[in-house]
C-alpha cells in the first residue's frame, strides 16, 4: 500500500509540473464537443420502488488524446443547486489538458428524496463504464470528484456501492458502480454536530432519523473497500469546517484505504473562489497522487 500523509501547504508553494504526470499542455483540447447524455430517459428512481417523470445528465469532455481515465465530476451547491461552472465543466476542462475525461454530472436535485442523488451518481458511473471502449477508457480507472455538497455526494457514492446485477435486461445495471478512487474538496462528509446544516435539510428534510443521519455519515461507513481517496479542505473554512476532511481521513486510515489529506493553511470555502496559490496547490498534488496510483500512466518520453 502506498504510504499515507497529510501535507500542510502554505501560502509560497511551488507549482511545477507533477512529476510522473501528463504535462499540461494548451493544445491539448478536446476531442470534439462536449456530449449531454440523458441517464434515465425521463423515467427516474425515486427510491427502489417509486419513479418520477425526470431526469438527471451528464456531459462528457473527452481529451484529444485519452489516458484511459475518466473522473465524473460532482458539483457543489449545497444539494439546492448546482455549481457547474467553476465545479463543473471548468473541472472537466482541466482534466482534459491532463488527458482525463471529464464527466460533469448534473444530478437531480433532493428536495428531501434522500436517495435521488446517489442513485444518479451511481447510474453515471455504471455508464461510464459501460461506454468506456466506445470513448476510450479503461473501465478499471473511473473515478469519481465531488466539491463542497457534491463532495457528500461522491464519497456517498465510494462508502455505498454495489458490483452491478448481471442479470439486469439494461446492460448499464450490469456494471458496476464502485468508483475506482475518489478526488474531495473542501467536502461535506459527516452529519454530526459540525454538520453543513443547509445540506442536511435539503437531502434529509427537517426531521432526519438517527438511522439516516447515521447512513449518510460517510466517516462512519467506511469500509477496507472503500476507493483510493485525496481529500483537501482550507482550515480556514468557515462553510464546511475542515473536521469533515479529518474525520474522513482518519476513518480511511484506520480501515487501511490508501489515502492523502492536503491541509491548505487559507481560502475559506471555495478556495478563494477558485483561484490562487490554493486552488492550485489541490490540483498540483491531486495529479501527482493519481498518477502514485497509476490511475494515468507516465507519459512517454
Known sequence: MQRRYRIVVGMILSLTTPSGFAQESKDQKPIDDPIKISLWDNDAPIDDI????????ITVHRPTESNGSAIVICPGGGYGGLVTGAEGHGIAAWLNRHGITGIVLEYRLPNGRSMVPLLDAQRALRMVRNRSAEWSLDPKRIGIMGFSAGGHLASTAGTHFDLGNPNASDPVERQSCRPDFMVLIYPVISFNEKMHRGSLENLLGDNPSTEQLEW??????????TPPTFLAHALDDRVVSSD????????????GVASRYLELATGDHGLNGYEGPMWDAWQKESLEWLAALKVSPRPAD
Do not use: G, I, Y
Open 244 to 255: 469533515h476532511s479529518k474525520a474522513f481521513f482518519e476513518a480511511l486510515q484506520a480501515k
Open 216 to 225: 449518510f455519515s460517510n466517516e462512519k461507513q467506511v469500509a477496507p473497500e
Open 50 to 57: 417509486k419513479r418520477e417523470t425526470s431526469d438527471a445528465w
